[in-house]
């Protein structure tokens, strides 16, 4: 039985060089259980989504929110101290 029998992880490539708005876009692999893959596959084909620029556009989401919290955790410590 292989390691991959039991351990499904996908490895989703996207690779594209297209100049858009002066924004280079770049290869990223990421290593998905492949449940969340069919799953966001089966959202983005019933809503017209490219799956890549839902991705992309999750993590610039994912990642403003971040950045938002860790800056006010930042201006509270702050103001504590």
Do not use: P, Q
Not at 5 to 23: G, L, P, Q, R, S
Not at 49 to 67: G, N, P, Q, T, Y
């Amino acid at each position: 039985m292989n390691f991959f029998d039991n351990n499904i992880n996908i490895c989703y490539h996207y690779k594209t060089e297209v100049n858009m708005m002066d924004t280079k876009k770049k290869l990223i692999g990421i290593r998905i259980h492949e449940s969340v893959i069919m799953e966001l596959r089966e959202y983005c084909k019933s809503h017209g989504f490219l799956m890549s620029h839902f991705v992309s556009r999750a993590i610039e989401e994912r990642l403003k929110k971040v950045k938002r919290s860790e800056e006010k955790e930042k201006a509270e410590k702050s103001t504590i101290d």
